[in-house]
């Protein structure tokens, strides 16, 4: 974030309101009907999805002791502004439905899940990027995801819903490529330091994201959805065990290593989420479960430290092992058991 205060608020409050009130007039020519949310909108997984977001994803960021409060709130200006936008830009593709009810309701959904893109990419930069960075990458990320999801399904007969659980995959790889253009901060460097109580907030939001993933996973599903719901949580759960045994065989001095559990534990429920259309039994799901965990161990173990030199990637948040790599897996896995 600029030092200069007066060129932060020359620049943050008119680029914010500048894209609001554009929505408003998007929303105003295109959304202009009374009525439009259906009656059944309320679905309780909606709202935990919503809940993972803002409560899940805000605390999984405050593990910088510097950046802990900038990233819950960061967090919720990204979501606000990319659920809005989704929704335009799910319209724009879809003009001939964009007056139904059901079409809204559903496109509401879809938004809120494609806004994990947006700050999955922010995690990889946390800390580096200032808010007027921040928007530009959430309005271009946004376009750029449902163009992805475009091709997807028009050229690589993708379903609807694979290609909307590859927003793990898409945010981690975007992440990436944008924190190219940034300087690598050194791990003993002030800015990337962490505290007890920042850690102590992340895992917290760690806690919420794993409760909350079978919700996040199913929420688009039409058929099988209980099916979905019941192989997350068991990859999750041995996800969850094997990084507690891993944690310690990995640690030098053998204690539990909590930025290993805190990568770890979700990366069965990111794998999953690509390959959940499918997975016909739990034990498929568990042994996804027990792989993906030992993705983000080893990999923090022994390529965190050469990836930087080598590729000039500073990786802050380790998105590339708890999102990237374990997305990588499902989509290999879901080839695999759809063959």
Known sequence: MSSKYRNFRNSVPWLILFWEAVFIILFY????VAGLIAPDFLDPAFQDVSHMMIFGLGFFLSFLKRYGLSSIGLNLLIIALAVQWS???EGFSCSGIIFSSSFFSYSIIKATVSVTAVVISFAAI????NPVQLVVMTIVEIAAFRLNRWISKMYLQITDLASMMHVHLFGAYFGLAVSASFPVLQPGFEKSASTPTSCLLSVLGTLFLWVFWPSFNSVLAVERKNNIIYSTYFALAVSAVTAFALS????KD???SMAHIHRATLAG???VSCAAGSIQYPWIAMILGLLASVVPILGSHFLQRSLPPAI???DVSGVHFTFG???VLGALAHIILYI
Do not use: D, R
């Open 29 to 32: 020519f295109f959304f202009s």
């Open 87 to 89: 929704v335009l830009i």
């Open 126 to 129: 946390l800390g580096k990027a």
């Open 248 to 251: 310690v065989l990995t640690t």
């Open 254 to 256: 053998g204690k539990l």
């Open 269 to 271: 429920g990111v794998t």
């Open 312 to 314: 000039k990637i500073h």
């Open 325 to 327: 790599l374990p997305a």
